[in-house]
């Protein structure tokens, strides 16, 4: 289960932005594109299991999962609680000597070390994990072909407003995304 702890301060794309992109230059229908906006970053984030803006989660996870834990959204920022609970709802924090946080990988991976598992999750019913997830706290943080994304997404729910069939993802924003994908193989 994953919970947000505290979200995303602003959005990824500016109004003033959108609203230049859009060839707006009244304020009539500023609240309806910030609504696009957002909408368009859900969509994103959604599809590619990432968070843009940085907000903090909280990742519950059943006990039994073993030693490596992935944590989704990426990218993950920082870890700040590791804890077990167990059947009574007694907390212990896990001390961060205790795990191996890599970064690098996408999903990250936390891992127990190897004594550790065995102590920590012998009577632990859910493991918690308290993280940052995005890639910072302003916009120009984000990569620029996911703002562009933003944008394409935006003039598309902006141009087809009002119609009970919305269309598909535009292929330039499509394009845009891909590297941003994971792929199972």
Do not use: C, W
């Not at 919970?3 to 959005?11: F, G, I, R, Y």
């Not at 299991?49 to 940085?54: C, D, N």
């Not at 030693?67 to 167990?86: E, S």
Request: net charge negative; no cysteine.
């Amino acid at each position: 289960m994953l919970e947000l702890l505290t979200p995303p301060a602003l959005l990824p794309v500016p109004l003033a932005l959108a609203k230049t992109f859009l060839r707006v230059d009244h304020d009539a229908e500023d609240e309806l594109i910030t609504e696009f906006i957002g909408s368009a970053v859900t969509r994103i984030e959604t599809q590619l299991s990432r968070a843009l803006i940085t907000r903090t989660y909280r990742l519950t996870v059943p006990a039994t999962i073993g030693p490596l834990i992935p944590i989704k959204p990426v990218p993950v920022a920082r870890v700040t609680d590791v804890r077990v609970v167990d059947d009574d709802d007694t907390e212990v924090v896990i001390a961060a000597s205790e795990y191996y946080l890599n970064l690098r990988k996408e999903p990250a991976e936390l891992r127990l070390r190897s004594g550790s598992f065995a102590t920590y999750l012998a009577q632990a019913r859910e493991v918690q994990i308290t993280f940052a997830a995005g890639y910072g706290d302003a916009p120009s943080d984000i990569p620029l072909p996911l703002r562009q994304a933003i944008l394409l997404l935006t003039a598309q729910s902006y141009e087809h407003r009002g119609q009970p069939d919305h269309p598909a993802l535009p292929m330039m924003a499509d394009a845009l995304l891909m590297p941003y994908r994971s792929y199972r193989l």
